[in-house]
């Protein structure tokens, strides 16, 4: 089966987007290593452009745009972090952008679509609304549609991350990364399996939101319904784009528990003194919560596997780490 990414478009993405992104470090953190059991990379997309990996994806599929088209602007829905990184991408390319938001976004990625000069539309918070609402959108302005995750400019972008993080450590045995639409997870996939076919990629989500994992054990795609997670950008459903590549090359998928997610992104503040918002902690969850199903002839000791830290755009107003009460 001929798949609709393939690492061509991968590397023009990476030259494309090259001025328009940072290229994100990658750090080690003995402390996480010991608590996951395995060495860890952290490929660190929260410090991206608008803090998330979404700006990969958004300045490739912007940039690729022809000019009649960059004149009548970029159109988007979005919970947050794809909605910044258009309206940011959108703002380089000298267009306007209009992002549709879900009522119950985060305060902190409105203020940030807002920050970068795009029009907001608020609608319900469910995919029926949001498309609808990005279509009344579109016929009034005759705008381009960029998808947050189910597009090949999408998905592409996205795995210019493992491009990077494969230069920086060619010698890792296996990446794991989150997956919620899963344009990261496939173009996640493939990246690392052009480049490096023994590779295991690993996919991880919550149980509340596990409709990839659903999908990808029975081959047919399975939609989410009413998704219960606080790793809010996971909450979409897998992109029919996207499953066609991770039905073929993701080796497993996981999923985790609400209280492993916080747990692993608090370590993660702590031990590592860097801010991620829910969802880049759920690959750590994974590590914490299925320390047998790194497989491989190595013991997981002495592998060597990447972490994609997709985001940084963190609602500290929303999350409880834990139940203690300060002190006078």
């Known amino acids: 089966m001929t798949l609709p990414v393939d690492l061509k478009d991968v590397e023009e993405a990476q030259a494309r987007i090259r001025p328009h992104i940072h290229r994100t470090p990658v750090i080690t953190c003995r402390q996480l290593d010991?608590?996951?059991?395995?060495?860890?990379?952290?490929?660190?997309?929260?410090?991206?452009?608008?803090?998330?990996?979404?700006?990969?994806?958004?300045?490739?599929?912007?940039?690729?745009?022809?000019?009649?088209?960059?004149q009548r602007g970029f159109?988007?829905?979005?919970?947050?972090?794809?909605?910044?990184?258009?309206?940011?991408?959108?703002?380089?390319?000298?267009?306007?952008?209009?992002i549709v938001m879900p009522s119950n976004s985060s305060e902190v990625k409105i203020a940030a679509v807002q920050g970068y000069g795009a029009a907001v539309t608020f609608c319900e918070p469910n995919l029926a609304a949001r498309e609808a609402a990005a279509g009344e959108i579109l016929e009034t302005t005759g705008g381009a549609l960029i998808h947050p995750y189910d597009a090949e400019l999408i998905v592409a972008g996205q795995g210019t991350a493992t491009l990077e993080m494969l230069e920086q450590v060619p010698d890792l045995d296996a990446i794991v990364v989150p997956v919620?639409?899963?344009?990261?997870?496939?173009?996640?996939?493939?990246?690392a399996k052009a480049?490096?076919?023994?590779?295991?990629?690993?996919?991880?989500?919550?149980?509340?939101a596990d409709d990839a994992y659903r999908s990808w054990k029975s081959g047919t795609w399975v939609p989410s319904v009413a998704p219960q997670t606080i790793a809010d950008g996971l909450l979409t459903s897998l992109?029919?784009?996207?499953?066609?590549?991770?039905?073929?090359?993701?080796?497993v998928i996981w999923r985790v528990e609400e209280a492993t997610?916080?747990?692993?992104?608090?370590?993660?503040?702590?031990?590592?003194?860097?801010?991620?918002?829910?969802?880049?902690?759920?690959?750590?969850?994974?590590?914490?919560?299925?320390?047998?199903?790194?497989?491989?002839?190595?013991?997981?000791?002495h592998k060597?596997?990447?972490?994609?830290?997709?985001?940084?755009?963190?609602?500290?107003?929303?999350?409880?780490?834990?139940?203690?009460?300060?002190?006078?």
């Open 34 to 70: 010991l608590q996951a059991g395995t060495r860890l990379f952290l490929k660190c997309e929260n410090l991206q452009k608008a803090g998330a990996f979404k700006s990969r994806g958004a300045c490739n599929a912007v940039f690729a745009a022809s000019d009649a088209v960059a």
């Open 261 to 301: 997610i916080l747990r692993a992104m608090q370590l993660i503040l702590e031990r590592a003194k860097l801010v991620v918002e829910p969802s880049a902690a759920v690959p750590l969850a994974g590590l914490l919560e299925s320390p047998e199903l790194l497989e491989g002839e190595f013991t997981r000791e």
């Open 239 to 251: 992109g029919s784009i996207n499953f066609k590549i991770i039905r073929k090359l993701v080796d």
């Open 75 to 98: 159109v988007t829905h979005s919970s947050g972090n794809h909605a910044a990184a258009l309206a940011r991408a959108a703002d380089r390319r000298g267009s306007a952008a209009q």
């Open 304 to 328: 060597r596997v990447g972490v994609v830290l997709s985001g940084g755009n963190v609602d500290l107003q929303r999350l409880r780490f834990g139940a203690s009460t300060p002190t006078t």
């Open 180 to 191: 919620g639409g899963g344009g990261l997870l496939a173009g996640t996939l493939v990246a």
């Open 195 to 208: 480049l490096k076919p023994e590779i295991q990629v690993i996919a991880v989500e919550p149980r509340g």
